[in-house]
């Protein structure tokens, strides 16, 4: 075991970083029993991952994380092209990341996996979506559903080359702006499909444990009935996993809409003080709910933006982030981002706690823009920038038009 502070620290100042200066050290969860499980058979408490890949120097420093968290379970380094983790998790399979920072970037897979021994083949090139990994009938179906769609995926990225070609030559135009973007347009019909393919990706492979953790990431894709319909088909032991309690609580806390009151919610600030979400509406200005977490790519390439919109706009709105995770080293990096207005929040249950649950937040960044009376005006996932629906402009004008 060995401490990689020094390589985490130095890859946060890149942006390039997943955790935040903490020290790496095994951890043991607790054994939970769930019954049989469907896939595969367990025959032993504990997980292995042989991994012969090439392309990385000697002694590279690799780790593995817990992905419903980015918790550090365990670090090594590479040696002669190979390396080994192992450990135990719960029997329920869970996904798991592979993770490699490099002075060029990081390198990163996910494992989708229970107490099993499998192996991974690979060279650096085929991070993180071409891996071979065997051994896991788990993972087989993960590596399934990812091939279900790749097309979709190259559809989008072609399309997405199109209008920067478009855009580069100036020949972007409104006409062009509602062909790609608009409902039924390009990029929303190939978006349609890829949703079709997700779920009917979880409706072919009901009662095993992949589809169960596709629909708790995809649940905002289904009305509740739908939802609750697909969900009560799983057998009980699988429903009793975490992301089945997960998709449960999101089922028992209803949607707020368009129109409907802010939920307020105590949470903890930058100063260890508890401070309610109420504080922040005084009734002349509008209020920014931010559920973000440092570990997102898209949250670290916002946070400049909506640092930047939140000194301009002082006068009009207040700003809330809530940090989604509950691990303190991230939540102290979000705080040297905050300005004046710009309240930072956490609780110490991260996503599985009130604020996180209650909103329904299922991707970071999640925006929820409130009037000044506390309204909710709209809601809506990721960044943006330099399109038509780039977030700080579109939230000014939402502003203007209220």
């Known amino acids: 075991m060995r401490k990689l502070s020094f390589y985490l620290l130095a890859f946060l100042s890149l942006s390039t970083f997943l955790v935040v200066g903490q020290e790496i050290k095994t951890t043991k ?5 769930i019954g049989k499980l469907k896939e595969n058979k367990l025959q032993k408490d504990e997980f292995r991952i042989n991994a012969e890949i090439t392309g990385f120097e000697n002694e590279t420093p690799v780790m ?9 379970i365990d670090s090594t380094s590479i040696i002669n092209n190979s390396f080994i983790f192992s450990g135990s998790t719960t029997q329920a ?39 071979k990994v065997e051994g896991s009938v788990h993972h087989k179906l993960k590596q399934d559903y990812d091939k279900s769609l790749v097309s979709f995926d190259k559809q989008m990225n072609a399309k ?10 100036n020949n972007w135009n409104d006409s062009l702006q509602k062909a790609y973007f608009d409902e ?29 953790e596709v629909l708790k990431y995809k649940k905002s894709e289904y009305s509740d009935k739908e939802l609750k319909k697909l969900f009560s088909k ?16 999101y089922l028992d806390n209803p949607a707020i809409e368009v129109g409907d009151r802010f939920v307020d919610f105590e949470a903890i600030n930058k100063d260890g003080k508890s401070q309610k979400f109420s504080a922040s509406f005084d009734g002349k200005k509008f209020v920014l709910l931010d559920f973000s977490t440092p570990t997102c790519p898209n949250t670290r390439e916002a946070l400049p933006a909506i640092k930047e919109l939140d000194q301009e706009m ?38 599985e706690g009130f604020p996180y649950v209650r909103y329904r937040v299922n991707a970071t960044p999640t925006y929820l823009l409130f009037s000044p009376q506390g309204k909710l005006i709209e809601r809506w996932s990721g960044y943006k920038k330099g399109n038509y629906d780039d977030t700080t402009i579109k939230i000014k004008n939402l502003m203007q038009n209220k």
């Open 29 to 33: 969860e607790t054994k939970t029993s």
């Open 64 to 72: 593995i994380l817990d992905a419903s968290n980015n918790g550090i």
């Open 93 to 131: 399979p869970k996904s798991f990341i592979i993770y490699i920072p490099l002075e060029s970037g990081v390198k990163y897979a996910y494992i989708f996996m229970a107490n099993e021994t499998v192996t991974v083949k690979a060279d650096m090139a085929d991070f993180p979506n071409n891996l």
């Open 160 to 169: 997405n080359i199109e209008i920067n070609e478009l855009k580069k030559n």
């Open 184 to 212: 039924g347009g390009i990029l929303h019909t190939i978006s349609q499909n890829r949703i079709q393919a997700e779920k009917l990706f979880v409706k072919n492979n009901l009662d095993t444990y992949y589809a169960l």
């Open 234 to 249: 799983f057998e009980k032991n699988i429903q009793a996993t975490a992301n089945g309690k997960a998709i449960q609580t």
């Open 314 to 351: 002082t006068n009009q709105l207040n700003t809330v982030t809530f940090y989604t995770q509950n691990n303190p080293e991230h939540f102290t990096y979000l705080t040297t981002m905050q300005s004046q207005s710009w309240q930072m929040l956490w609780t110490e249950k991260g996503n």
